[in-house]
């Protein structure tokens, strides 16, 4: 970018700051989010109702920020796979998945992961970089279908918690009024469980929360998430415990099913223990195997049956329907590995 900065991205009190700067009238912050974030534009010349000197400046020194995606991928189940530029020879993958009158999109927040977890494709890819605010929202707007998306999962490449500024700050271009004014009731935001950054989350932002669990037991959690060690199980139940989520704002736990490693009716009862006076739903999601990890998936059976003893104890237990499966953009599958060692950046 020759060394300019983007605008898009760029919460109120940013535009703010950066109008004052400049020495401009306050209100110019306004106008400029409206540009950003209010039209359909991508050039800071078509910013009409600022003065052609403030452009010149503005373009001197930034661009608008907007990145078009490079490539799309469609499934035979209407998904579509979206790959976007980060960085310098760095991608991200965001997937677009319609389901009746729904276009849900799943934003990536990391150019890979740290995380290391064991059936994630993405964490098998390592870490690049974080993305930043305008990144994350860039994955919403600069999609064909941005106009029509109804929900947005931050459930993409990455621990949206060890970037949480960033997270933050895309959640609020996302849904204040003068950026996007979409209810934060439509946004669900996933993490792993990092135990400082669910407390800023939930203190911070009024999205709703989803924890990968994907077992009750500390030993075989640490076994497929080394986040365990730092973060225990334990101590994530305790902030949700302390939280109200018997209004709007919901909280689900993520559940890969493997076979024979989490489906038995002890998981289960485990789980009833466990989230004991927490509403909440349980989400089952189908494993997709990858390469170089010895976990399996579940057969149909033992899936729907262990999904039926989570129902009889009392928690609202759903499947998961698996999208986007023959273009790689189901749940654990995304990662520009293979990109990333094509370009030299391994």
Known sequence: MNGKTPLFGKTLSELQALVASYGWPKFAARQMADWLYGKEISLIDEMSNLSKKARELLSEHHTFGLAEPVEVKTSTDGTKKYLFPAGHDQFIETAMIPFKDRKTVCVSTQVG???GCLFCMTGKQGFQGQLTAGEIANQIRSIPEWREVTNIVYMGMGESFDNLDEVLKSVEILTAEWGYAMSPRRITVSSIGIVPGLIRFLDECEAHLAISLHTPFPEERQQLMPVQIAYPLDDVIEEVRKRDFGGQRR???EYIVF???NDTPRHAKELSRLLTGIK???NLIRFHPIPGTPLQATDEITLQAFKDQLNNKGLLTTIRTSRGLDIDAACGL?????LA???GNP
């Open 259 to 261: 076979g024979g490693f």
């Open 251 to 253: 909280v689900s736990f």
């Open 113 to 115: 992961c740290k995380m």
């Open 280 to 282: 909440c739903r349980i």
């Open 341 to 343: 060692i094509r370009s």
């Open 334 to 338: 995304l990662s520009t590995q293979a």
